[in-house]
């Protein structure tokens, strides 16, 4: 069954981007494309900073399984050596991408203490979108997964990133899109 948010993208969002940007044919209104979840890590032996408890966080979150990556060039500043672990991530599509999506914008992001809304100049050139998320409570999957999560000794969690990708341009296409699809910038 397609997602509520999808069929709100092809219902109401698309339509009124036709009008609005008056493009000559249908498959020129931006859509989103793909939406990345990863988490960086520091390879520390406990807690959220040791790469598989990361995954099976992201597991959680997204529903998907989560691919762990490596460090691809050393740097003796950081200690880290081409090859080691270094956190895990997952690539979203079609409807998975549409409910991750529903879920972030409805239920997390209103959760989250002292939200003031998303901030505009997190756009690439190419009309793309990334997002940091601090604290990974206001994730109802994790909240409830806390027992599971105790063995790994969880003190503090790194940050969690989201970028979205949309089959948009130019900056203005793209905020345009999220805007329509409801995501909560600043004023």
Known sequence: MASRYRMFYDTVVRPDMLAKMQYKNVHMVPKLDKVTVSIATHMKPTGLDNPIAAAFALELITGQQAQLTRVKKANAKYKVRTGMLEGAKVVLHGDNMYHFLDRLVTTVLPRITDFEGLDRRSFDAHGGYALGIRDWSSFIEVESQHENLQPFGVQQ????????????????EAHMLLSALRFPFKK
């Open 157 to 172: 969690s790194p940050g969690l990133g989201v970028q979205i990708l949309t089959t948009a341009t130019t900056e203005p």
